[in-house]
């Protein structure tokens, strides 16, 4: 009865994403049966008057007896989406979207830990808050479509340009491409150049990327040396709004020719080409937050909502924290 409540429910957020196009990518049922192994994924719906209002899904697994509500690997944001009856001013769009909060929370199963990153276009997690929840800001940057095309190149910082201008001369040259093992190879590179074991694997990756395809919502763009060599590669993903900069790796003895400048600089020029923001999904490393920003980018803030309801897990928490003093 359960399960095909489930799918029943699956059904119904299903048919909800195609009449809503605005829902981002990684909230897509094709996304999540794409990226959840290891556990599965669900949603909360909240309906009135035989109406959806708001959605909210989210990915579970069980670990050494625990209940996980988190990211499946390769998604950046998750989290509620909300709809607004027309002429709704400010006022009741608040006590509307706690109304609506309050119902997803409640439909959440029992979990011992939950953590979510959500869009940045989400602004208000004081339900969550009330709730219960904890936030920590996260940063993305992102290149509003509303730049031409024509002004891109003066808003990249000399460096890049210098990088990029040297890159051309050398005759590096950019191509579209659907050879995900060559993207993987060089993602594996530039792991082990920092000592990190890749974090996801060459089948969900060819998994995700034919998903993506069937939707037409992804590509992926190779940089090649004067000799023809892979010398870097990005895996760009997109919705109606954006287009997201997801995986990237460089050949590590080409990682000086700036194989990625160009690469990302023709990521850039293509989603603005098709109307759309570019957005780096940005990372807190220091070095990463600046590259992003060189090429022009504004810092976006979004939120990451967690809460952990384990007294086993909570201790666990503290204890890391004091061991890091």
């Keep these: 009865m359960n399960k095909q409540y489930d799918m029943a429910k699956k059904e119904k957020y299903k048919e909800f994403c195609e009449e809503n196009p605005n829902i981002p990518i990684f909230s897509q049922p094709w996304w999540l049966d794409a990226v959840s192994e290891g556990g599965i994924w669900d949603v909360a719906i909240v309906e009135r008057g035989g109406q959806i209002w708001a959605t909210m899904p989210y990915y579970i697994r069980k670990r050494y007896g ?5 990211m499946p690997k390769l998604t ?3 989290g509620p989406y909300i709809k607004y009856p027309q002429g709704q001013k400010y006022y009741k769009k608040l006590s509307w979207e706690k109304e609506l909060m309050d119902e ?12 979510q990153q959500w869009n940045h276009s989400v602004n208000n997690w004081l339900p969550f808050y009330w709730r219960g929840f904890s936030q920590t ?14 002004d891109f190149d003066n808003l990249i910082e000399n460096d890049i340009r210098r990088r990029k201008r040297k890159a051309e001369k050398t005759g590096i040259s950019i191509i579209e491409s659907n050879d995900v093992d ?22 969900l990756i060819n998994k995700l990327h034919k998903a993506c395809k069937a939707n037409a919502a992804a590509k992926i763009l190779v940089a090649k040396d004067q000799s023809n060599n892979d010398i870097a590669a990005n895996l760009l993903v997109a919705d109606k709004s954006s287009v997201y900069y997801l995986l990237g790796g460089i050949r590590t003895d080409k990682k000086d020719l700036g194989g990625m400048d160009v690469v990302q600089h023709e990521s850039i020029k293509y989603a603005l080409s098709e109307g759309k923001n570019f957005d780096f999904e940005g990372s807190m490393l220091e070095g990463v937050e600046k590259y992003f920003r060189s090429f022009g980018a504004i810092q976006k803030p979004y939120f990451a909502i967690s809460k952990t309801n384990s007294r ?3 201790a666990y928490q503290v204890a890391k924290d004091i061991l890091r003093w």
Excluded: H, M, N, W
Aim: hydrophobic share 40%; net charge neutral; aromatic share 18%.
């Design 66 to 70: 625990f209940t996980f509500i988190t």
């Design 76 to 78: 950046q944001t998750l």
């Design 104 to 115: 997803l929370i409640d439909q959440l199963p029992l979990f011992d830990y939950f953590y």
């Design 137 to 150: 800001t996260r940063y993305t940057y992102v290149i509003q479509e509303s730049i031409k095309i024509e």
């Design 182 to 203: 060559v993207l993987y190879q060089l993602i594996c590179q530039t792991f082990g150049r920092q000592g990190i074991q890749v974090p996801f694997s060459l089948a």
């Design 312 to 314: 086993t897990l909570k």
